[in-house]
């Protein structure tokens, strides 16, 4: 089973990921660096500073190293193109203008950003592509506590309890429309 941890840039996912990498036995692909280091991508995007992933090519290669006995974690903001589930993690606008700028994003990447996260974008596509989809705010947590989160989910999703788990982490709890657009 292919989980997608998700999101946009900032909110979390890397830092989550890795650590559920270093405390746990999950397989965790990270996509976007299995992009740049295996070159599966159709252009580069000099304006923006980035890459322009080639899809057909990435799932391939995603599914040729996933594990087919038991859960394959998917790291990337557009691992909810390839999985079967999803955990969107979401950041309150503000708070992620600060982790984007840190990162030294230009002004116009932050703001496109801070307009994904707003308009609930990657969840939206989430819902649209996965079977399941949970959301935790990340926003005032630790990355300890989203960990337990996300481990709450995985053997959630092992055990057959989606329902349960989707009350919990229900898609859709989560809304910066108002801070952002109001």
């Given at each position: 089973?292919?989980?997608?941890?998700?999101?946009?840039?900032?909110?979390?996912?890397?830092?989550?990921?890795?650590?559920?990498?270093?405390?746990?036995?999950?397989?965790?692909?990270?996509?976007?660096?299995?992009?740049?280091?295996?070159?599966l991508y159709s252009e580069v995007d000099?304006?923006?500073?980035?890459?322009?992933?080639?899809?057909?090519?990435?799932?391939?290669?995603?599914?040729?190293?996933?594990?087919?006995?038991?859960?394959?974690?998917?790291?990337s903001h557009l691992s909810h193109h390839?999985?079967?589930?999803?955990?969107?993690?979401?950041?309150?606008?503000?708070?992620?203008?600060?982790?984007?700028?840190?990162?030294?994003?230009?002004?116009?990447?932050?703001?496109?950003?801070?307009?994904?996260?707003?308009?609930?974008?990657?969840?939206?596509?989430?819902?649209?592509?996965?079977?399941?989809?949970?959301?935790?705010?990340?926003?005032?947590?630790?990355?300890?506590?989203?960990?337990?989160?996300?481990?709450?989910?995985?053997?959630?999703?092992?055990?057959?309890?989606?329902?349960?788990?989707?009350?919990?982490?229900?898609?859709?709890?989560?809304?910066?429309?108002?801070?952002?657009?109001?």
């Amino acid at each position: 089973m292919l989980v997608g941890i998700t999101g946009t840039p900032g909110t979390g996912k890397t830092s989550v990921t890795e650590l559920l990498e270093s405390r746990t036995s999950y397989r965790v692909i990270h996509i976007n660096e299995l992009i740049k280091e295996e070159k599966l991508y159709s252009e580069v995007d000099n304006e923006r500073d980035c890459v322009v992933a080639d899809m057909d090519l990435v799932d391939r290669r995603v599914r040729e190293m996933a594990s087919t006995d038991d859960i394959t974690i998917l790291d990337s903001h557009l691992s909810h193109h390839l999985a079967d589930s999803v955990i969107v993690l979401r950041t309150k606008p503000e708070v992620l203008r600060d982790r984007l700028q840190k990162r030294n994003y230009c002004t116009e990447k932050v703001e496109e950003n801070l307009e994904a996260e707003s308009l609930d974008i990657i969840l939206c596509e989430s819902v649209e592509w996965c079977d399941n989809v949970f959301e935790i705010d990340t926003t005032s947590q630790s990355v300890e506590r989203t960990l337990d989160d996300i481990r709450n989910i995985l053997e959630g999703l092992a055990k057959g309890r989606e329902k349960e788990l989707a009350e919990r982490y229900r898609p859709g709890s989560v809304d910066w429309s108002e801070e952002f657009f109001g």
